[in-house]
């Protein structure tokens, strides 16, 4: 499983390939999900939103997957590039009326050329 | 280009003093904000939300009387550490909810780092 503190989970590909990023929330309750790029040092930058009445949305290069029944959540970046490497978080909103956001561990994707 | 800006983007301060982040909405109003604090190699941890024409929202373990926050106007929140330690050196970063016709997009603000000498 994924460890807490020091080290993110690492997910290593080569140019080119085609990577699957994994998360698991745990509110049931949760109705909207967002995928975040961080890069070192940076704010994390959105990649692709989902409502919980869909179960996948594609954007450019990534695709958001969302099953509500064993409440896990995945996103899919097509042709992986260097510039891709980044931690990848994702994040999941409880609607109470101001966008409060409950994020998971993250996971360091690493692409090598 | 970006739609939050936060500044500055580096401060070092002295133990005992104390230090304020601007985080501003760009071409948009923002009646609430959000202040996260990040350790390096984790995750963010939501500190405070913030409501203009109102008290911030602290989370459970956030002191409110060292973490001041006004939400001066419907673009500009501010994080003040007050008495800063070395311990309360970190990674700031503040988003604000941009309302579009499907509901809301969050953005980030590209964070603060704070270091405590």
């Known amino acids: 499983g994924e460890s807490v503190g020091l080290h993110l989970p690492t997910l290593s590909v080569q140019e080119g390939d085609n990577s699957i990023i994994n998360c698991a929330y745990s509110?049931?309750?949760?109705?909207?999900f967002i995928w975040y790029k961080q890069e070192s040092g940076k704010g994390p930058q959105f990649i692709i939103d989902?409502?919980?009445?869909?179960d996948k949305r594609q954007g450019q290069r990534v695709t958001v997957l969302l099953n509500k029944t064993v409440k896990h959540l995945s996103l899919q970046i097509a042709a992986t590039q260097p510039g891709d490497s980044a931690v990848y978080f994702c994040?999941?909103?409880?609607?109470?009326?101001?966008?409060?956001?409950?994020f998971g561990k993250g996971t360091m994707l690493l692409v090598s050329p | 280009g970006a739609v939050v800006s936060q500044h500055p983007s580096r401060v070092i301060c002295k133990s005992g003093t104390s230090v304020k982040i601007e985080c501003r909405s760009l071409d948009f109003q923002a009646t609430t904000m959000f202040w996260y604090r990040q350790f390096p190699k984790q995750s963010l941890m939501l500190m405070a939300t913030?409501?203009?024409?109102?008290?911030?929202?602290?989370e459970q373990g956030v002191e409110k009387d060292k973490f001041l926050i006004n939400h001066a106007s419907l673009t500009l929140s501010t994080l003040t550490v007050t008495s800063a330690h070395p311990e309360d050196s970190s990674f700031y970063i503040c988003s604000a909810p941009q309302r579009v016709n499907s509901g809301n997009t969050i953005y980030f603000g590209e964070g603060s780092w704070l270091t405590v000498v």
């Open positions: 989902i409502r919980s009445n869909m």
């Open positions: 509110n049931s309750a949760s109705d909207y």
């Open positions: 994040a999941e909103r409880a609607w109470s009326g101001y966008s409060t956001l409950t």
């Open positions: 913030s409501n203009e024409g109102s008290k911030a929202t602290y």
